[in-house]
């Protein structure tokens, strides 16, 4: 039984309202509260920054060495010859497997599971459009997938800027910060894009799930297979042929890291386990901007375009 | 006051007529939508709501065009859906407050109201309770907390005691009646169980085969034409019979003790006439009402009609 002093009487609303622009907002907002609810989503957000968490380790100790032997072992530091912005390459290639990670935890069932669970007609049936639901679902992995490449970037760059300044870490490239915010969007981008059109096709976040598992793994095979390749061509002396150059960027990571390496304006350099020319012969130059930039922005496009027409409150069967 | 006018409403999936130039008026208060399975009950509040696309015809729902007005029609209505639906992952308080949110409401606000409105639907128990783990019948009062949480002004309940058992349905007609009375909101019940719909709407629209077959108040749709009186006496009386068919009144064969007349005038007339002829018979006079048939019997009429 209500107690006495409960008004349990129905009243009309007549309140304020958000203006219509907003609604996306909502969906957008309840995505990321439902993400960052799950553990796993902290655990993979902190192990996508494990590549950061090195280099620092690794310069901490290069200055601690150098500190104390001397000027000779200054001479030898590894820091003379670092290519500062190919440091934030390598540590975008590392943390694509766990960025991978998430936006399989926050986006496999995004639409899949409003299908199952026909919350469509709870969307639609409110004044909210398609267009609403499909920027707020695409913002609601967008934006904690960009958080989590951003904030350790960040931190790291200001680290950097602060300690090593006088070892060129501003003269390098003084347009890296500008660099890096462009970076940092690319994960985002792709996974909150290719996730939408893959949950959108199913009843079931787990089906979702697994098959954009299946593509991603299916082609990083190809961009591992091309790596390899060139590695052995160049081991070899001798130069892969451009097809290996251009598959190698044929996958969800591969498409990412030539971006990254696009506006960077780098080939990228030696990770810190395989200095000199055994990292080297790993290198796969920078692709074309002219030609990756607009087939990364095709596929963006055409599988928001997929999810859009997926969405619909009813099944109307013609 | 009309709360949404209908006309020559036609809908097609493919070759197949769902509605066919179906018109209709939707007065205030709380009208049932009658028809069979496959009537195009459904199919009429999903294109009301801009779900589905009419192939012609126009609609005016609360003041506003139905082919242009979309969203400002869809923050007026509620819709309490037939198929279970909810947002996953959400608790009650959650979803019914995101569904405040989705209709514009500030944050706080929608809490507050959630609150409020999961109180009055009976679920203030349950409001923290995952919404998946819900019984048919606390599903089935979710759906209703969702569609009135932004204060609309048109609720549209679409087979509202689906899958419910006795009591659960006996509740959410007690809920459905209780908000369409007095509250300042119209409604329209979609459903094929004639009991339900007697019990809380005070209008119906019948539908068939996508058209329209009749539209009114329940009296009316009840009442029987020349509006003919039902007597009812204490035993059978072939002389008050023979008496009141001597004073030029139509009287049809007795059921048990009960005799329907007919005769033109008001029902005060009629019954001064009857008395007269009981006392002068030795009638006794038991039950005297204004006879009727039920809604099953009109509903019936109304389908079968061409």
Redesign the interface.
């Known amino acids: 039984m209500a107690s006495p002093i409960a008004d349990l009487t129905y009243r009309n609303y007549d309140g304020p309202l958000e203006p219509a622009m907003n609604r996306w907002w909502a969906i957008a907002k309840l995505s990321i509260k439902l993400s960052i609810k799950k553990k796993g989503f902290w655990l993979w957000a902190s192990m996508s920054a494990f590549w950061y968490v090195i280099l620092l380790i690794v310069f901490y100790f290069n200055d601690s060495v150098t500190q104390n032997v001397g000027p000779a072992a200054q001479k030898l530091s590894l820091m003379n010859n670092l290519i500062w912005k190919d440091q934030f390459l390598n540590s975008f290639s590392e943390s694509q497997l766990f960025l991978f990670i998430l936006a399989l935890l926050t986006g496999a069932g995004t639409i899949a599971n409003d299908n199952r669970a026909k919350a469509l007609l709870v969307y639609l049936s409110k004044p909210c459009s398609k267009l609403d639901y499909v920027i707020g679902k695409w913002m609601g992995i967008f934006i904690p997938i960009t958080l989590v490449t951003a904030i350790p970037a960040i931190v790291f760059y200001v680290y950097c800027l602060m300690s090593y300044r006088a070892l060129g870490f501003w003269t390098q490239d003084p347009w890296l910060i500008v660099k890096l915010c462009l970076m940092v969007l690319i994960p985002g981008i792709t996974y909150s894009s290719i996730t939408l059109a893959i949950s959108s096709l199913f009843q079931q976040g787990r089906l979702a799930g697994g098959v954009f598992a299946g593509v991603y793994f299916i082609s990083y095979f190809v961009t591992l297979a091309m790596e390899g390749f060139n590695a052995s061509q160049q081991m070899q002396g001798q130069s892969p042929p451009d097809i290996v150059k251009n598959l190698f960027y044929c996958s969800v990571d591969g498409i990412q890291i030539g971006m990254a390496k696009v506006i960077l304006g780098t080939n990228g350099s030696p990770k810190l386990p395989f200095p000199g020319q055994m990292g080297k012969n790993l290198i796969v130059p920078a692709p074309s901007g002219w030609i990756i930039v607009p087939i990364f922005l095709l596929i963006c496009g055409v599988s928001v375009l997929l999810a859009w027409s997926q969405i619909r409150a009813v099944e109307v069967v013609n | 006051m009309t709360v949404a006018t209908i006309q020559n409403l036609v809908v097609q999936?493919?070759n197949f007529t769902a509605l066919n130039g179906f018109s209709c008026e939707i007065q205030e208060g709380c009208t049932g939508l009658l028809g069979p399975n496959g009537a195009g009950k459904t199919t009429l509040i999903?294109t009301i709501?801009g779900?589905?696309k009419p192939t012609s015809g126009t609609a005016t729902v609360l003041g506003y065009d139905m082919a242009t007005a979309g969203?400002?029609i869809?923050?007026k209505?509620?819709?309490m859906?037939e198929?279970?639906?909810?947002?996953?992952?959400?608790s009650a308080v959650?979803f019914v407050a995101?569904?405040g949110?989705?209709?514009?409401?500030?944050e706080g606000?929608a809490i507050r109201?959630a609150h409020?409105?999961l109180?009055?639907c009976g679920l203030?128990e349950a409001r923290y309770r995952n919404v998946?783990t819900y019984s048919t019948g606390m599903k089935q009062r979710i759906k209703l907390a969702?569609?009135?949480?932004?204060?609309p002004k048109l609720l549209l309940l679409d087979e509202p005691t689906n899958g419910l058992d006795p009591a659960g349905r006996e509740e959410m007609l007690d809920l459905v009646r209780?908000?369409s009375h007095g509250?300042?909101?119209s409604v329209l019940v979609s459903s094929h169980l004639l009991p339900d719909i007697e019990r809380v709407c005070d209008r119906v629209i019948v539908v068939m085969k996508g058209q329209l077959r009749a539209q009114g108040t329940i009296k009316e749709l009840k009442s029987l034409e020349g509006r003919p009186i039902d007597v009812e006496l204490r035993e059978n009386s072939p002389t008050f019979v023979t008496a009141l068919q001597s004073k030029g009144i139509m009287v049809m064969p007795p059921k048990r003790t009960t005799y329907r007349i007919q005769m033109p005038g008001i029902p005060e007339e009629v019954a001064k006439v009857v008395y007269q002829t009981a006392r002068e018979t030795g009638a006794q006079v038991r039950g005297f009402v204004v006879a009727e048939r039920s809604l099953e019997d009109a509903f019936l009429e109304a389908i079968s009609a061409q």
């Open positions: 999936y493919g999903k709501l779900f589905i969203k400002s869809r923050q209505v509620g819709l859906p198929q279970d639906c909810h947002i996953p992952g959400t959650q995101y569904a949110e989705l209709a514009g409401m500030p606000q109201r409020e409105v109180d009055y203030g998946e969702q569609a009135l949480v932004h204060g209780s908000v509250k300042g909101l």
